[in-house]
């Protein structure tokens, strides 16, 4: 009853749910099936803080009740937790490792990715899917890109992320099959870095 | 609705039929489907498991691609069903229906102008664009499974990448037959990885997989699996330093269209022997027949009206 409380302050999620998540996850299903190519997600929402739009649109286009929830400290307020638990009705876990999604709203901070379920051998995808909320796709730091999705290679230059990041998601290449799949996300805009991607810099 | 011109070419959009969501499923379903996509896509070629529903047509028919496209259409998609190649047969003309009715979605018969391009058992001859979806319709998903039955095993051969067995059945066919005698569902691995099975396509489809700027959605209901190969990815069929693969050819052309680089169906026309060759892909035969190529049993261009 303690979010009931807050139910005013409670902001609205999709405005039209049905044809809102299609669309978002086929931005989402396009920048997965060509990593490292950003996309805009065209929906009209307002989400609560420190949420971006396309932060907050891939929650509600992927996340339910069968999809356990990590939120970095920056994510992790009330607001957030009323809103998800709200509109996703997903539950928010403590341990990484119990995840199937997390939200980072300040990466730099991050967890090592292989704190979150990798997948068994036979079974790589009971894996998670990290959405990483940072301030800019164009902006930072420049990594090259090659595998499937890729014609040739692909520049990718997320920001906001720590400087050992893509090293250690580079040293995770070893365990394909198994792995994370990366989503991140600023403002509007969306792109991925699905565990099949070869990271070089 | 129904009866008016069923396969005479394109319908526009129209508003979805009510009572049912939109695309028949409802969205908790897309929900877990659509992530299962996207697990697939991140890990080419390999099977992962999603909640397969009852659908309003048996398994078999094509309940597993239906399921796909369901969570991937919207309403600015434009869809072509093939159902060997062609679009007015039962399974392709039932299920374009079906999302004409629930979707309220434009359908084509021509290959370049869908967005989503729904298949049993063939690619279309004209080469797939980016940003181009194709779902397949998938029988049987695992390619070990007549070698091994248990689901337990296979998981654990895909795990180790074991799959000297695959070789070895190939190996068979030449021992048998002096060369490999299989000429659909023929394995492929893909992105050097996973043993696929491309759903019964001929193996004259296997390299127009390779590499393709569309993007591949596979699903198969009954079995209860979806699979994917991104876009530009290496899809390699499975053959021998000695016995390299191949894809069928034809001494003959199409009877209608004279085209020599399609994969082409045997009509048998009398109970004397009489037959015939003709393009199993009708939009691309249609197509060259309407640019002006005529084979050698073209009717006569006044009078042709089929």
Not at chain 1, 50 to 55: I, K, N, Q
Not at chain 1, 73 to 88: G, I, K, M, P, Q
Not at chain 2, 256 to 280: A, H, K, N, P, Q
């Amino acid at each position: 009853m303690a979010a009931m409380s807050n139910g005013s302050a409670l902001r609205p999620g999709l405005r039209d749910p049905v044809p809102d998540s299609q669309q978002v996850f086929r931005r989402v299903l396009a920048a997965m099936s060509e990593p490292g190519t950003v996309r805009d997600v065209a929906v009209d929402l307002a989400p609560p803080a420190p949420l971006d739009r396309a932060t907050a649109a891939l929650c509600l286009t992927l996340l339910d009740f069968e999809t356990p929830v990590w939120l970095d400290a920056a994510a992790d307020c009330e607001e957030v937790r009323a809103w998800l638990r709200f509109h996703c009705g997903c539950p928010l876990v403590e341990e990484t490792d119990a995840a199937r999604f997390a939200v980072m709203a300040a990466p730099a901070e991050m967890p090592a990715l292989d704190a979150f379920p990798l997948g068994s051998e036979a079974y790589p995808d009971e894996s998670a899917t990290v959405i990483l909320q940072v301030p800019s796709l164009e902006a930072g730091e420049a990594v090259t890109l090659r595998g499937p999705g890729i014609e040739d290679c692909r520049e990718f230059r997320a920001a906001g992320i720590a400087g050992s990041f893509w090293t250690r998601r580079r040293e995770m290449e070893a365990l394909f099959p198994q792995g994370v799949d990366l989503v991140f996300a600023s403002g509007a805009s969306l792109a991925a870095v699905p565990r099949s991607t070869e990271v070089r810099f | 609705m129904a009866g008016s011109g069923t396969s005479a070419g394109p319908d526009a959009a129209r508003p979805a039929e009510d009572g049912y969501n939109f695309a028949y499923l409802d969205e908790q379903t897309k929900r877990m489907i659509r992530r299962a996509i996207l697990k697939a896509v991140a890990i080419p070629g390999y099977q992962v498991p999603f909640g397969s529903r009852e659908m309003p047509l048996p398994f078999g028919w094509g309940t597993g691609g239906i399921q796909v496209t369901a969570s991937i259409i919207g309403r600015d998609d434009t869809l072509k069903v093939i159902d060997q190649g062609a679009d007015d047969t039962v399974n392709a003309v039932s299920i374009r229906k079906f999302f004409a009715r629930t979707a309220g979605v434009a359908t084509t018969e021509r290959t370049e102008d869908a967005t989503i391009l729904q298949t049993r058992h063939r690619i279309p001859e004209t080469r797939l664009a980016a940003g181009q979806i194709l779902v397949y319709q998938v029988p049987i998903p695992e390619p070990l499974r007549w070698l091994e039955p248990r689901e337990a095993e296979t998981r654990k051969m895909h795990a180790l990448e074991e799959y000297g067995v695959m070789h070895v059945r190939l190996y068979e066919d030449i021992a048998r037959f002096g060369h490999i005698a299989t000429s659909y569902d023929y394995p492929v691995r893909v992105n050097g990885r996973y043993l696929m099975r491309p759903s019964p396509i001929p193996k004259f489809d296997n390299p127009k997989m390779d590499r393709s700027p569309a993007l591949q959605l596979f699903g198969a209901g009954r079995e209860k699996r979806i699979y994917a190969i991104p876009p530009h990815t290496g899809v390699r069929s499975l053959d021998f330093d000695d016995h390299p693969f191949e894809v069928q050819k034809w001494e003959d052309v199409c009877a209608l269209c004279g085209s020599g680089g399609s994969f082409l169906d045997e009509i048998v026309t009398d109970d004397r022997g009489g037959r015939m060759f003709v393009c199993s892909d009708t939009d691309y035969c249609g197509r060259r027949r309407e640019a002006g190529h005529t084979g050698p049993a073209a009717p006569d261009p006044e009078g042709s009206g089929a």
